[in-house]
């Protein structure tokens, strides 16, 4: 067996501290995942990422699919063969990308959704880029505007070619726009999905015997809906084609912020307690704290490095732009108490100028800081779970963060 979760400490509302074993090495748990979507964290060697404390990265198979082409990354070795990364890898299936970029969806999976018209979500035969049908997504590419299909078969192959530790069922992001009607439709539809997926994966790794084993996860749908969720949940934990099951399952979809939490505990509870749980698209430290809470393990999201190249800096009293006039003469570090690169050798007053001059090394010297202050942040709250005392430390980091 060369991919599988063991539990190491609970807390009684479900979170959990734990090990994901993979063929390309562990990874301990809870644990935030970087996103490096063109095979690449933007700006920043994986080396450097190594020493950030980063212990797995996920890539894009939308953006791979496009640009280079996924034969190609497989001609390569496979993804981390491909980027120099060592480390576990995993993949999204591409359908949150080929829905928000190809259906030209504004804000498509918004937690806020104040001030948004039902159109900027979901454009009814409005110039729609991608639409959806009972077999998969027709879309336009957002580079050429040639035309693609993917599928659940389509999708499993690619990801299989792109070769990464972990991946993921093709399934249908909703938005909390779409009403209760056309989620459960949606929801039908992306187990259906779920269990071509399974049948395409249990052929393809047949057939690429010999390449290291790709666990599969099911992604977990059904809104703000706690009936949809839970079925959702059971259907793929008990799914099984030929043998063939889910080796651990994603959290996906629209999550309101406010219920973010009791969402992923209703999934939770349903799901086996011996297989690992992703949150896709997370980074908020109060939203970090209330997964872990309720029994997600690992967590993805752009946020820290987008945020990073936009010179929004995070630190212990909360975040800050730092090509703001006051940090032109602060010789401080980003953040007096990160054990990261860039706050051991450069000031604010450095990054203040670099962003100004528009330097490149802005961006690399940014995303450092932000992706430790995340990972270093998850790996507190891991050592938290197992001493006993992850209330103390969500109570003191929250009060001071959101001060
Ligand atoms: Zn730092």
Redesign the pocket.
């Known amino acids: 067996m060369t991919f599988w979760f063991e539990q190491t400490a609970a807390l009684d509302s479900g979170g959990r501290a734990g090990v994901i074993h993979t063929p390309h090495g562990d990874i301990a748990t809870p644990a935030f995942v970087a996103v490096g979507t063109q095979a690449s964290v933007k700006g920043v060697l994986p080396e450097t990422m190594a020493g950030c404390g980063v212990q797995a990265v996920l890539a894009n198979a939308y953006h791979l699919y496009l640009q280079p082409g996924s034969a190609l990354v497989d001609a390569a070795g496979g993804l981390g063969a491909f980027m120099n990364w060592p480390g576990p890898t995993f993949t999204d299936s591409g359908g949150f990308q080929v829905l928000s970029l190809g259906a030209g969806f504004k804000k498509v999976l918004a937690m806020d959704t104040t001030g948004l018209q039902s159109d900027d979500v979901i454009a009814e035969g409005k110039q729609r880029l991608a639409m959806v049908d009972d077999a998969g997504v027709t879309f336009t590419s957002h580079l050429d505007g040639s035309k693609h299909r993917f599928t659940p078969e389509v999708s499993m192959r690619i990801q299989h070619e792109l070769g990464a530790d972990i991946i993921f069922a093709f399934d249908e992001c909703t938005t909390l726009m779409n009403t209760r009607g056309y989620q459960e439709a949606s929801l039908e539809r992306t187990y259906a999905w779920a269990l071509r997926c399974l049948a395409a994966h249990r052929e393809l790794t047949e057939a690429r015997a010999g390449k290291p084993y790709q666990a599969l996860f099911g992604v977990v749908q059904g809104a703000q809906y706690e009936d949809l969720r839970r079925k959702a949940a059971r259907d793929l934990a008990a799914a099984n084609v030929d043998g063939q099951c889910f080796d651990g399952f994603g959290i996906g979809g629209a999550l309101e912020k406010r219920k973010l939490g009791e969402i992923v505990g209703w999934v939770c509870s349903e799901l086996p307690g011996d297989k690992p749980r992703h949150l896709l698209g997370i980074s908020e430290p109060d939203d970090l704290f209330a997964a872990i809470a309720y029994g997600a393990d690992t967590f993805d999201c752009v946020k820290p490095s987008r945020e990073a190249r936009n010179a929004r800096l995070y630190t212990r009293d909360g975040h800050f732009n730092v090509t703001n006039a006051a940090n032109r003469s602060d010789f401080r570090?980003?953040?007096a108490e990160?054990?990261?690169y860039?706050?051991a050798h450069y000031t604010r007053a450095y990054l203040h100028h670099l962003f100004r001059a528009k330097e490149l090394l802005a961006y690399t010297l940014a995303t450092?800081?932000n992706e430790?202050?995340i990972i270093r942040l998850v790996d507190d709250i891991r050592a938290a779970i197992s001493a006993g005392n992850f209330d103390d430390l969500r109570q003191s980091f929250l009060g001071r963060y959101y001060a």
């Open positions: 570090p980003v953040d990160c054990d990261c860039t706050c450092i800081h430790r202050f």
